[in-house]
T-cell receptor, first 113, second 115 residues
């Protein structure tokens, strides 16, 4: 049973458009929510992360929106570029239970030129 | 250069033949872990280690062993591999990052095929 559900599985966006990836979690003890970006043939790399005491975190073109009551969080990529084409994973962890990350299933993003 | 290295990167083996995938990090991180990545399932943690000689099971530990005799190394051992262990494996090490949580640094991955 997957504790973090991610959608969509794949996403095609035109260059300059907004990419939106959603995640929902079940464990209310989760207190750290990172997003990882993975290019083909590479390991995932941390992109941006948020803690539940804020509702939004922005870094450049990447924004996390967090809704604690709905137990949902999402990644928005503004002005999407072909170089953003990658697989994106949301994740969550409960630091009181060690820092084991529970990952979503991943979203393969393709940004068309 | 700060990095996590894994060897081998690709491995094809037969059912039952013991194998070890090595992992090494040069960042002096205390926490290391192993994940497997399967389509649609994301990454699932196999084992993790909080420090030397301290290891614990993750979500999918069955069929795997680990050891942590040195801080920098965390090998993954498959005593008797089976076809359902065909997967892409990642080693990671972590420290507390600027976001307040533990930032995982992943190795390049090992693609294992068990026939």
């Amino acid at each position: 049973q997957q504790q973090v559900k991610q959608s969509p599985q794949s996403l095609i966006v035109q260059k300059g458009g907004i990419s939106i990836i959603n995640c929902a979690y079940e464990n209310t003890a989760f207190d750290y929510f990172p997003w990882y970006q993975q290019f083909p043939g590479k390991g995932p790399a941390l992109l941006i992360a948020i803690r539940p005491d804020v509702s939004e975190k922005k870094e450049g073109r990447f924004t996390i929106s967090f809704n604690k009551s709905a137990k949902q969080f999402s990644l928005h990529i503004m002005d999407s570029q072909p170089g953003d084409s990658a697989t994106y994973f949301c994740a969550a962890s409960d630091e009181n239970a060690g820092n084991m990350l529970t990952f979503g299933g991943g979203t393969r993003l393709m940004v068309k030129p | 250069e700060a990095q996590v290295t894994q060897n081998p990167r690709y491995l094809i083996t037969v059912t039952g033949k013991k194998l070890t995938v090595t992992c090494s990090q040069n960042m002096n991180h205390e926490y290391m872990s192993w994940y497997r990545q399967d389509p649609g399932l994301g990454l699932r943690q196999i084992y993790y280690s909080m420090n030397v000689e301290v290891t614990d099971k993750g979500d999918v530990p069955e069929g795997y062993k680990v050891s942590r005799k040195e801080k920098r190394n965390f090998p993954l051992i498959l005593e008797s591999p089976s076809p359902n262990q065909t997967s892409l494996y990642f080693c990671a090490s972590s420290l507390r990052g600027s976001y307040g949580g533990y930032e995982q640094y992943f190795g390049p991955g090992t693609r294992l095929t068990v026939t």
